[in-house]
């Protein structure tokens, strides 16, 4: 069956406009560690996909999912000790007063716990996010997506923080910070006036889907700070920053800021469907007195065994040292290219996450989508997937599985400088 | 361990208010076929798990996901076949119109989909459900649990239509079905008059949550037309109707009701998180266009390896046909104890899929929840799981795992006869 057949197939079964990537999209088969391979047996260095943190297929995983659902798989109305062990390990890898664990599956229903729990906590309704975010799909949390700055009753956006397209131009680190925390106080002296009580912020802490941006110091900590003083509650979405990802455990320890409740979610089983959301533990009570909140396949053995084995993976092979001694060169390589390269407006990121921001000239650093687009169809076509995200979508999005090393950063970057040549960029 | 010291780590761990099954929970250790044991090697006749729909820790199921686990596991944005077959499988098993398929994780997220397709298709927001259903735990999902019947601008409860207790006495079932139809009528224009667009109806075919009562003959088919006359669509939950459950592969068939828009879920994937929306061609395309609907871990090809085997087990080990003989083997034998057994109000259900009306005497037809917790207990003493459900929670429910032969009915007819006999009944 020809690629065109097989979206034909796929239109006809899924319905057209289920989202592919590429112009020409892959044809999948296999994958092992940082690589795919297609079905003609061609290979691709994986640098997009976040789930598989400890590799694609990773033996150990896929074993411990083997076994203990050889062995019980149940739901948790009955008493097992693994999912006991596995929450106290995953609990002690978060700060202190994150001492309380529900699990669930996906990220999105980690979320709808999250704003659920912050909105029973504070008696309000009022949620602040970014204006270019995204926690998930259900109709709660989706309408964080791309939500207006007003116009919601519950749900009030701000403009993202960031360096390279400040709000206002030729200000200082601190000064810009300022300015995003002045967008805060005015979301919710708004709730306010509307009569809308106030819940909470919810945030990616390394704004991942905002387009990664370096964000003023000293926001993230200050506004939780304002966000507390107003009545409500800090929601830290770890499900693509955390893990490990940035080099650190949490993004929020990144960014500095303490949660009252953070969820995660992508990395955690390794691409079985596991999630959370943890909190202080007066926070979970009410909770789960109050909605009485079951979820049919989480806290299950398996998704202990799984999630167990990725920990494992993580600290027995050292990767939160590899991901930052890696990330490092990669982003210091990155750097030395968008020098000579007019069209890398910026190049940003922590750890294993970066973005390299493309534009139409450093002068005007006029976002150019297409030319991202075109960038990530031709790293394909050289075997190395990445993608693009952002805004403005024209942020080339470098996020590989965490056992991505040296020796695979010297081929993304022979590709990469390839491409630069061939396009006379 | 304790069983004392292990609840209480779980509530130090998850907080308390974690649901448990039993005045004392059990410990599990491993489960096989319709059967569970406990940490001291003590085995439980399972007839309560839903999930497990081709017996517990199946081989072939267990194999099918570890294998595709070590081979590839990855999103649906690029493309693999597995899927699309089984895609293709599933909706051969629909009603013609159901022609198109998204798959998520959980049944939640399923009827996430189902509603927000709903009202994108409608332009509407009103839904109906019944007064005593479940379909989900998200906020949208959530809020048809014991929704009111007025009250909500978007919600509309009806009284569950049913046989054993009906909403007036005396009539005959279709003149019951033209009762439970007014409600229907009513809450339709008391979407009209309010000014809220209705969007349409979401039932549980067998009305599983309710009790699994007996639903006056006419009501379904009638009420999908009256809901389709008024410009809304009809969504049936299969979520624990399906999968041959009832001895149908779908409740609605047994219903008789045709569906816009089915949602499935918890035995799909024997315990993998499979869930699923299918639903017409022209309701899926406007979906997918308009919400760009993404789901992480759904149709991978895990996914479809799970599912593929579930189907596989039930084809090939003939379970529809076992699942109507052994069903009616077990509702006949409990209808035969019913009839000298005063605290019995009623025995019914379909296929494997049977509830004991448990009251203070049938005279009165009181619910007596606390003799139907007492019997669960009892019965998981002599090692046969099962719970109590419904508006109630007075109707024991019995569930077993599609494996479940006569021999099994047996060994659960012995126990229920020795529990009646030791309370007196």
Known sequence: MTIEELIARRDKLFGRGAPLFYKEPIHLERGEGVWLFDVDGRRYLDMYNNIPVVGHCNQRVVEAIAKQAATLNIHSRYLHTAILDYAERLLDLHSEQIDNIIFACTGTEANEIAMQ??????????????????????????????????????????????????????????????????????????????????????????????????????FMARAAKMVRDAGGLVIIDEV??????????????????????VTMGKPMGNGLPLAACAARSDLIEKYRTESQYFNTFSSSPVHAAAGMAVLDEIDDRNLMVQVTQVGEYLLGELQKISQHTDQIGDVRGFGMFLGVEWVKDKASSEPDMGGAIDISNRLKDKGVLVSNDGVFLNVIKIRPPLVFDRSHADIFLTAFKETMADIGA
Chains 1, 2 share one sequence.
């Not at 919601?152 to 200000?171: C, E, N, S, T, V």
């Not at 693509?240 to 409740?261: H, K, M, S």
């Open 240 to 261: 693509q920053a955390g893990f490990c990802r940035t080099g650190n455990w949490w993004g929020y320890q990144l960014a500095g800021v303490e949660p009252d409740i």
């Open 117 to 218: 729990m912050a909105r029973l906590a504070t008696g309000g309704q009022g949620f602040i996010c970014t204006d270019a975010t995204y926690h998930g799909n259900s109709t709660l949390v989706g309408s964080l997506t791309r939500a207006p700055r007003r116009g919601r009753q519950d749900i009030h956006a701000i403009p993202f923080p960031q360096m390279y397209r400040p709000i206002k131009d030729g200000l200082s680190g601190e000064q810009l910070a300022d300015v995003y925390l002045d967008e805060v106080a005015s979301a919710i002296s708004d709730f306010a006036a509307e009569g809308v009580r106030f819940a909470g912020i919810i945030l990616c802490p390394i704004l991942a889907n905002e387009g990664l941006p370096n964000i003023p110091p000293t």
